[in-house]
């Protein structure tokens, strides 16, 4: 039998971490707006973190779908994009320890990966795991962002109302191992962000914002989100200059906000983003200014 212990290595010398939350994203797989990126960006860039874990991404990657990036410099290679997937470990403002499990959404050996989260989870006594990151939706960007709650026990979630009904979707590392976690007696809960569908192509702040407030609630951690406020603040003012500039896409904006405020009508007033997929505008219908914004915005990333 394959011991799942052998895909990472972990530092030996860790504080008490009984009772922390570990946080888990990984890119690969849908991220709307990059919602969950930009989360993991924000900890890492504005938290004192170390590694404490690390996987062995040779087993789990696959180079040739996703080439790591070198560089070349006149006449030799200079670097090396190194791919991590890795557990951190953080201390939130009130010094509370979480951790965060992010990188490469492995290619192979999804099981045996979603056993050694397992371990790791068993191995510090971690009270819950939260992953989280953006889907599409038919909503307009004017409009609260909605979020969409899964987890192993319904309790966990609380007040989130459902948006989505049955269905099957592709699978995920990520979804794998909640699913698993749960199986194993383990709480794990998922949050998706609702991302304008317009807009899930570019990092849109907005979306990493609500799923960071989620997170908050949830695992009771102090973690302010200034930066990513700013962040927002910056986008949301260059699409509504988009907007203002074309009459075309302001037209699909405002069918949105209709779409969207008589929905919530229609449902007594309860906050949610599901759209009714039929009415739906086609990519097309966003115009050329639209766009152009994204790739602009792409290029600037």
Same mark, same amino acid.
């Given at each position: ?8 290595? /972990?530092?030996?010398?860790? =504080? ?6 570990? $946080? ?7 991220? +709307? ?18 590694? /404490? ?6 087993? &789990? ?21 190194? =791919?991590?997937? #890795? /557990? ?11 951790? &965060? ?15 050694? %989260? ?17 889907? =599409? ?6 409009? =609260? ?10 309790? $966990?979630?609380?007040?989130?109302? @459902? ?22 007696? !383990?709480?794990?809960?998922?949050? +998706?962000? !609702?991302?304008? !569908? ?6 849109? @702040?907005? #979306? ?15 973690? @302010? ?24 896409? +302001?037209?699909?904006? !405002? ?8 929905? %919530? ?15 739906? @505008? ?20």
């Amino acid at each position: 039998m394959f011991d799942p212990t052998d895909l990472y290595e /972990v530092d030996s010398e860790l =504080p008490e971490l009984s009772g922390a939350v570990l $946080l888990h994203q990984l890119d690969g797989f849908m991220d +709307a707006g990059q919602a969950g990126t930009l989360v993991s960006e924000h900890l890492k860039t504005n938290w004192d973190n170390r590694v /404490v874990a690390r996987f062995d991404v040779d087993r &789990l990657i696959d180079y040739r779908a996703r080439r790591p990036v070198m560089t070349f410099d006149t006449d030799h290679w200079e670097s090396y994009d190194t =791919p991590e997937l #890795a /557990v951190r470990l953080f201390h939130d403002e009130a010094g509370t320890p979480f951790l &965060l499990l992010s990188g490469p959404e492995p290619d192979a050996m999804w099981e045996r990966y979603a056993a050694a %989260v397992r371990t790791l989870v068993e191995r510090w006594d971690v009270r819950m795991t939260v992953s989280f990151h953006g889907i =599409p939706m038919g909503a307009p960007h004017t409009r =609260p962002l909605g979020v969409t709650a899964h987890a192993t026990r319904r309790e $966990l979630i609380g007040d989130y109302e @459902p948006v989505l009904n049955r269905l099957e979707v592709p699978g995920s590392a990520l979804n794998l191992t909640e699913f698993r976690l749960g199986e194993a007696g !383990h709480d794990a809960v998922g949050f +998706a962000a !609702h991302v304008p !569908h317009y807009l899930a192509q570019s990092r849109y @702040p907005a #979306a990493a914002l609500t799923v960071l407030g989620s997170i908050t609630r949830l695992a009771g951690l102090s973690l @302010p989100d200034e930066a990513l406020r700013a962040a927002s603040r910056r986008t949301d003012a260059e699409i509504a200059r988009q907007v203002a500039e074309s009459d075309e896409v +302001a037209d699909v904006v !405002h069918a949105l906000e209709r779409q969207y405020d008589l929905f %919530v009508e229609a449902m007594d007033g309860k906050k949610t983003l599901l759209a009714d997929e039929s009415s739906m @505008p086609t990519a097309e219908e966003l115009g050329a200014e639209f766009e152009r914004f994204l790739a602009e915005q792409d290029r600037r990333d």
